[in-house]
């Protein structure tokens, strides 16, 4: 039974080697390392749906400023954006350093 829970538990800790390994490299590119960070995770406050294409407002190549909108996924379900800092590590990656809620208005048609 101890070698059975041994085998099981290297297994997970290489599972979750590889996978954050994995990450780190598909991190690289910007407009994945949002669209993750946005659209995973079962206890993301930030979490949308039917996010709509990011939009960079500010890029120098180690910082950036991205515009997000969706689709909030807490009920109800209505038009949300945020504005997100993001920087590039060391290895290349690029980390979310802060979130700013965005307000998103709806546009109004005159009669």
């Not at 515009?67 to 504005?83: L, N």
């Not at 997100?84 to 700013?100: H, Q, R």
Request: charge should be positive; proline fraction near 3%.
């Amino acid at each position: 039974m101890k070698k059975f829970l041994s085998v099981i538990i290297i297994i997970f800790i290489i599972l979750t080697i590889t996978e954050n390994v994995y990450m780190s490299i598909r991190c690289r590119d910007i407009n994945y390392a949002v669209t993750h960070y946005f659209t995973t995770g079962i206890f993301n406050k930030y979490k949308i749906y039917g996010m709509e294409n990011p939009t960079i407002s500010f890029s120098n190549g180690t910082a950036a400023f991205i515009k997000v909108e969706g689709i909030s996924s807490e009920s109800p379900h209505r038009k949300i954006g945020y504005t997100v800092f993001l920087e590039k590590n060391n290895s290349g990656t690029w980390k979310i350093k802060k979130v700013y809620p965005a307000q998103v208005t709806l546009q109004q048609k005159s009669f």
